[in-house]
């Protein structure tokens, strides 16, 4: 079966307008979580690798903090997945600091080839499709998803000083400290990515930045509709399609435009960052948010629900939302991204 | 000729540590080049398809001209490729503002999935590679590559205020106002990606931000040598081998550098920072740089020179300092990262 391009030859299909079939799955050999003190507290803190009770994690600032969060889950996941860093060819890697620093610094010292990202919190879904790319397309053997995010250092590059103390409204997210990283590629593992759908930037004129999950809904519900349409599926295709951080106000807003598109997708959703933390407990409003959020939820609870065969498939979709305090403070809107992964349970196959 | 590679299947090669060699040539279907008026006076004044006296580019503020200007160089690209945005499957895309915020809004009209990434002043080795990956790898027939930087949005970003009016040491580089993009896919075509070498992140410790040429050229050097081993290639199998911004300074540690690991480059080399402006004329200083330099030296002045078969196989190799104004800040040194891409006139093949 070949592909219906002209130049370059592939064995895998486009499939519709923003889709991809990989031929062959791509699997997922490893995956780590490294998260802080709060994340540990809530309903998933038995699935993390290494909770961190020290939020600077004995660096200097937040932003170091984050680079060495990004280090020890590159770390982790290299000695789950049983290869040397020598073995890795490229790692996708991003985050939320500006000119995302924290993955310079933090990947540095592993002397690999890296292409940095920069898709907001929807980064780990970027950096997962195009791992996956590079090992379908023959340009390494093993390739690696790594983001992260602080609270600290996010709230100091978007928001407010921490020392300022500001009310934050119900409608907010809480930006997660965490990071998780997989190693795709090799053979035969119990979870691969089957899948992807490119994400398109999405602008519904909003500008709240303590909203985000109205900003990002519209963009979730593009790449979802896009991805139903393009594969031929009905939502019952997925044991759960699993969204970013939209938080509890953006998931209403994504299941209502969704049933407008007649999807429903009641008792088939969650996302990320209600599934991280208590919100009622926690005082995390919303939920949790942030490039580590998606990435470190993946890595901890949702690959090994796959792995285990208790999801057969899965619609892994990170969500951004495309803002600096720039473009915020220049009146800008807040457009959104949402970049989708197809994960299967291998069993069966 | 099948690859190496367990999972996924593939005709493309991996070469040696950090390369990839497409089985099929990815053909350059068009390329566009915007920029400002100070760039119009340099020496390639006459190769750009855009000059804008206007250094808004009609906008409000100095992000959303940059906006503007990757708007008008996809519109310029895709005008040239004959081909409607609905063909173009993935746009990678980058620029140097604060999470990248000049390519969101910049792109969003166009309606396409989006790639962002960061390399810095690399990001256009890394789309052009990226590019090429997906259109070889059978993810899409057609998928663009855009960069952008503006002097202004710049200065702001990293340094100080224009209003300031700071001293500039003869070490700093002037950043370009100027956007290009090029096209990749389709049928038989005069120039072609036929490689790709990876970049790792460089840190020789420099912490001098006004001095990016010494902290980016330990990193030419790395990946400049990677490819040279991984294809068994010498020097002279390459009419040019072009870096992004190193300037006059970067320029002479990297030939030392590269002379200490007996490669001589002594007449092969340029780099796009000195191609652009006049330094002496111009007041430069050091030399162009910027997301737009290379990207905009590429598309006007290189690919054209492939093109007509002057030069037969170029290196392109731009160069990113991996700093941000925080981590400048807080007294982190500047690693460097470049993004190697062969590109070479198909009329001989």
């Given at each position: 079966?070949s592909?219906e391009?002209d130049?370059?030859?592939?064995?895998?299909?486009?499939?519709?307008?923003?889709?991809?079939?990989?031929?062959q799955?791509?699997?997922i050999?490893?995956?780590a979580?490294v998260?802080g003190?709060?994340?540990?507290?809530?309903?998933?803190?038995s699935?993390?690798?290494c909770?961190?009770?020290?939020?600077?994690?004995g660096?200097?600032n937040?932003?170091?903090a984050?680079s060495?969060?990004?280090?020890?889950?590159?770390?982790r996941?290299?000695?789950?997945?049983g290869?040397?860093?020598?073995?890795l060819?490229m790692?996708?890697?991003?985050?939320?600091q500006?000119q995302?620093?924290?993955?310079?610094?933090g990947?540095?010292e592993?002397?690999r080839?890296v292409?940095q990202?920069?898709?907001?919190c929807?980064?780990m879904?970027?950096?997962?499709?195009?791992?996956?790319?590079a090992?379908?397309?023959?340009?390494?053997?093993?390739?690696?998803?790594?983001?992260?995010s602080?609270?600290?250092?996010a709230?100091?590059e978007?928001?407010?000083?921490?020392?300022?103390?500001n009310?934050?409204p119900?409608s907010a997210?809480w930006?997660?400290?965490?990071?998780?990283a997989?190693?795709?590629?090799g053979?035969?593992?119990?979870?691969?990515?089957?899948?992807?759908?490119?994400?398109?930037?999405?602008?519904y004129g909003y500008?709240?930045?303590?909203?985000?999950?109205a900003c990002?809904a519209?963009a979730a519900?593009?790449?979802?509709?896009?991805?139903?349409?393009d594969?031929g599926?009905?939502?019952?295709?997925?044991?759960?399609?699993i969204?970013?951080?939209?938080?509890e106000?953006?998931?209403?807003?994504l299941?209502?435009?969704?049933?407008k598109e007649?999807i429903?997708l009641?008792?088939?959703?969650?996302d990320c960052g209600?599934?991280?933390?208590?919100?009622?407990?926690?005082d995390?409003?919303?939920g949790g948010s942030g490039c580590?959020?998606?990435?470190?939820v993946?890595?901890?609870?949702i690959l090994?629900k796959i792995?285990?065969?208790e999801?057969?498939k899965?619609l892994?979709?990170?969500?951004?939302?495309?803002?600096s305090?720039?473009?915020?403070?220049?009146g800008?809107?807040?457009?959104?991204?949402a970049?989708g992964?197809?994960?299967?349970?291998?069993?069966e196959?």
């Amino acid at each position: 079966m070949s592909s219906e391009m002209d130049g370059g030859v592939g064995m895998n299909q486009m499939r519709g307008e923003q889709s991809i079939c990989f031929e062959q799955p791509v699997p997922i050999l490893s995956s780590a979580s490294v998260v802080g003190k709060k994340e540990g507290e809530g309903p998933l803190g038995s699935c993390f690798d290494c909770i961190q009770e020290d939020p600077t994690f004995g660096e200097d600032n937040w932003e170091s903090a984050e680079s060495a969060m990004q280090k020890e889950v590159m770390e982790r996941a290299l000695a789950k997945a049983g290869i040397r860093k020598e073995d890795l060819r490229m790692i996708f890697s991003g985050d939320l600091q500006a000119q995302s620093v924290a993955s310079s610094f933090g990947l540095q010292e592993l002397g690999r080839p890296v292409y940095q990202l920069y898709g907001a919190c929807s980064t780990m879904g970027e950096a997962l499709g195009l791992a996956a790319m590079a090992v379908a397309g023959g340009y390494a053997l093993y390739a690696g998803a790594v983001t992260s995010s602080h609270f600290a250092s996010a709230e100091k590059e978007f928001r407010f000083p921490l020392e300022y103390g500001n009310q934050r409204p119900l409608s907010a997210t809480w930006t997660v400290t965490g990071s998780g990283a997989c190693i795709l590629g090799g053979g035969k593992k119990k979870a691969a990515v089957t899948g992807v759908t490119s994400g398109r930037i999405i602008d519904y004129g909003y500008k709240d930045s303590l909203n985000m999950g109205a900003c990002m809904a519209p963009a979730a519900c593009d790449t979802i509709c896009h991805n139903l349409r393009d594969f031929g599926y009905g939502p019952e295709e997925y044991d759960q399609i699993i969204t970013g951080d939209l938080g509890e106000v953006g998931q209403t807003i994504l299941l209502d435009l969704l049933r407008k598109e007649g999807i429903d997708l009641e008792g088939r959703h969650s996302d990320c960052g209600l599934l991280i933390f208590d919100n009622e407990k926690q005082d995390t409003h919303s939920g949790g948010s942030g490039c580590g959020c998606s990435a470190a939820v993946f890595a901890s609870y949702i690959l090994p629900k796959i792995e285990r065969g208790e999801w057969k498939k899965v619609l892994f979709l990170p969500t951004g939302a495309l803002l600096s305090k720039v473009s915020y403070n220049e009146g800008r809107t807040i457009p959104g991204i949402a970049q989708g992964v197809i994960v299967e349970c291998l069993e069966e196959r």
